[in-house]
């Protein structure tokens, strides 16, 4: 099983930035798959941007590829993503997943369920 745990959240003005992270507990096949969702009250978790952590290739779902960025420092173990010009929109809470993968197609199209993840940390952008 890998264990997450994410951080960094908090409250914002809009416009402002945050950087939350994710510890990953250990390298395994099960962790190259690392994925950011998000998800408010009754709405279905969305899937945000996913890091495929054997060739480092990420995505961003388009609604914020400009305005987010994904990122792994391999040596702290730790995942991050950059939230900049945040909207009230954003709001929501944070969570990490981990998952195998078998290439970074699989990682970043693929509609597989993730096993393991962290609790969540959540985000508030006040206008």
């Known amino acids: 099983q890998i264990y997450l745990e994410e951080s960094g959240g908090g409250s914002v003005q809009a416009g402002e930035s945050l950087r939350l992270s994710c510890k990953v507990s250990k390298y395994s096949y099960n962790s190259d798959c690392l994925a950011w969702f998000r998800q408010t009250p009754g709405k279905e978790r969305e899937k945000v941007a996913t890091?495929?952590?054997?060739?480092?290739?990420?995505n961003v779902v388009d609604s914020v590829r400009d305005r987010f960025a994904v990122s792994l420092d391999r040596a702290e173990k730790t995942m991050y993503l950059q939230l900049n010009v945040l909207k009230p929109e954003d709001t929501a809470t944070y969570y990490c997943a981990a998952r195998g993968a078998n290439s970074a197609a699989d990682c970043h199209n693929y509609p597989k369920p993730f096993p393991d993840w962290g609790q969540g940390t959540p985000v508030t952008v006040s206008a």
């Open positions: 890091f495929y952590r054997v060739g480092g290739s990420t």
